[in-house]
Structure formats: C-alpha cells, structure tokens
C-alpha cells in the first residue's frame, strides 16, 4: 500500500471521509428520530425491528452484525422491545447457545406504522440528493460507497442489505395513506 499512496494522500484522505461520513450521519441521525419519535422508539430499536421484520427471524449475532451495534446494544434494547411486546426471545432446539428473536404481530405493526408515516419531505438527505436527480434522472446509486463497505464487512453483510431492500420492493408493507400514531404515542416511552 506505500508504494500506491502516500501518508499525506492517506491521511487526506481519512480525515475527508471522517468528516464527510460524520456530517453524513449527523443529518440521517437526525431525520431518523424525528421520523420515530411519535413510536416510543429511539434509532437502535427501529433499527433492530428493521431487522428483524427483513431476517424474518434472526439472533442477537445477526442483529448486532448486520445493525452495525455492539451485541450488548442489540441484546439490551431487544429486550426491552420484547418488554413492550414487540419481540420474541427463542431458543433453537438445533442452537442452544444463540437466541434468536422474532417480531410478534404487535411488533410487524409498529414498524409497518413507521414506515407508513415516513415523510420523504422531512428527510434532509433526500432533499438533497433531489437535485441530482433533476440532473441524472435518478437518486445517486452509491457504488463507491458500496464497494467499500463491501470490503469493509464483507459479503455477507451486503448481501443482508440486498435482501432487505428486496424485501421492501417485494412485500411492499407502505401503505400510501398516512397512518393513524395516535394510539403509539399513548405508549409509555422507552429508554
């Protein structure tokens, strides 16, 4: 790797990327709560519902990996998902050692109630990834970033993003008529 960049090219470039990716998260951080906060939920637990519902099934591991989370993160806030009985814990009779958590049908709701309730107006990222779309007829595709994440975390890891976006196309659980959150911001909130 010296003899293809220098440290001054390598530093450019890492500090470019830090600033540019926390900037990045800063604004989707603040779109995501905003969206979820009518739910009683904060980002890891929309985010591990997320998963759930696209893994149809899966263990804490998966969880912790795909969300990008430590595993006591995904392991403490799916239990107080489970808590508001929005998850189920299981053990598999052939995997003793991983538990495994499942939506419940009050939990599949929830979050189909979130993504009913998406706003595209009120997301600032995609307001301004519209322009380019004025420009190139499409929302920008990411490649790079694919490619690197991909080398990041692997395959396996871009291969989860596939199916969950497959999923989303597939089961199509956006209803285009806003959804009634009255009876979730009744619930007591989580922390």
């Given at each position: ?21 926390k ?84 939990g ?64 199509n ?14 619930q007591?909130?989580?922390?």
């Amino acid at each position: 790797m010296k003899d293809k960049i220098s440290k001054q090219e390598a530093i450019f470039y890492s500090h470019k990327m830090a600033q540019l990716s926390k900037a990045l998260w800063k604004a989707i951080e603040k779109d995501w709560q905003d969206w979820i906060k009518p739910f009683k939920l904060n980002i890891n637990e929309h985010h591990i519902l997320w998963i759930a519902y696209h893994l149809e099934g899966s263990s804490i591991s998966e969880i912790s990996k795909y969300g990008v989370m430590h595993v006591s993160t995904a392991f403490n806030f799916s239990k107080k998902l489970e808590k508001r009985g929005l998850l189920q814990f299981s053990k598999r009779e052939n995997d003793k050692r991983n538990t495994y958590i499942e939506l419940t049908k009050e939990g599949s709701e929830l979050l189909e109630a979130t993504l009913n309730e998406y706003s595209p107006e009120d997301n600032s990222v995609l307001r301004g990834a519209l322009p380019m779309t004025e420009m190139y007829g499409k929302l920008p595709e990411f490649l790079d970033l694919s490619a690197l994440i991909k080398e990041i975390y692997g395959n396996e890891y871009m291969e989860i993003l596939e199916r969950s976006l497959e999923n989303i196309e597939e089961k199509n659980p956006v209803n285009e008529e806003p959804t009634d959150i009255e009876s979730y911001k009744q619930q007591p909130k989580s922390s």
